[in-house]
C-alpha cells in the first residue's frame, strides 16, 4: 500500500494528497513533521536526506518532492485523466508546476507565515505589503492564462492544476488586499467542485 509521511496541513503534503484523491489510491497517511516531529530521526533521513515532508514509500518506492511524486503517482496510475498524454499539453502543466514553486511560492507564503503563523506584534509590515502587491501581480498572470483555457494546462484539469490550486487557496483565505480577477475565480470555483480539493485542500489555515 502507498504510504504517505507528512501532516494534513502542510502545503506541500496537501498537494500529494490531493492527487492520491484525484487518483482514488488506497493509502495510509502518517502524520509526521511540525507538532508531530521526527524529521530528523534516522529511518526518516535514511529515506529522504533533506528531513522535510512529504515522502512516499509505493510498496518499496522511496520518493520525495511533492511536485515530483505528484507527477510519478499520476504517470503510474492516472492514465490521460490527470496526466496529459500528449507531450505539449503535458508541458504546459510542467511549466505551471514550475511556476508554482519558483515563482509564486514566495509571496504567498510570505504571507501565510506572517499573517497565519506570527504573532501580530512580530510581523514585518512592510514585508507584507509588498507580498500582498507582489501575489497580486502574480495571480494577474494566472488569470490571464485562465482567460484562455479553463485550466492551467488547457481544457482539462491536469497535475497543473495541483499546485498552483493549493496555494491560490491560501491567497484567497488570507485576510489580504486582492485584485477583481474573474478567470481565477471561475477556475476557483471549479476546484471546489472537486471531491479531492474539499477533502484535502480545503482546510483551516494553521
Keep these: 500500500m502507498l504510504k504517505i509521511w507528512g501532516r494534513n496541513n502542510g502545503l506541500n503534503v496537501q498537494k500529494v494528497m490531493w492527487c492520491v484523491g484525484e487518483l482514488d489510491l488506497s493509502h495510509e497517511r502518517i502524520d509526521h513533521g511540525g507538532p508531530f516531529g521526527g524529521n530528523d530521526a534516522g529511518w526518516y533521513r535514511r529515506m529522504n536526506p533533506n528531513g522535510v515532508i512529504p515522502t512516499i514509500d509505493d510498496d518499496g518506492f522511496i520518493l520525495w518532492e511533492s511536485n515530483t511524486i505528484i507527477r510519478y503517482l499520476a504517470a503510474t496510475y492516472g492514465g490521460n485523466d490527470i496526466w496529459p498524454a500528449d507531450a505539449q499539453a503535458r508541458a504546459r502543466a510542467d511549466q505551471w508546476m514550475d511556476w508554482q514553486q519558483t515563482t509564486l511560492r514566495e509571496p504567498v507564503m510570505t504571507l501565510f507565515y506572517g499573517l497565519i503563523r506570527t504573532p501580530e506584534a512580530a510581523r514585518d509590515a512592510s514585508a507584507l505589503d509588498r507580498a500582498v502587491v507582489h501575489a497580486g501581480e502574480l495571480f494577474q498572470r494566472l488569470d490571464r492564462q485562465l482567460s ?40 476557483y470555483e471549479r476546484l471546489e467542485s472537486r471531491p479531492a480539493f474539499r477533502a484535502h485542500v480545503m482546510l483551516p489555515l494553521t
Design 148 to 187: 484562455a483555457t479553463p485550466f492551467v494546462a488547457g481544457d482539462r484539469f491536469s497535475i497543473g492544476d495541483i499546485p498552483v490550486g493549493v496555494l491560490t487557496y491560501r491567497w484567497c483565505h488570507l485576510d489580504v488586499a486582492r485584485p477583481d480577477l474573474p478567470h481565477l475565480r471561475a477556475w
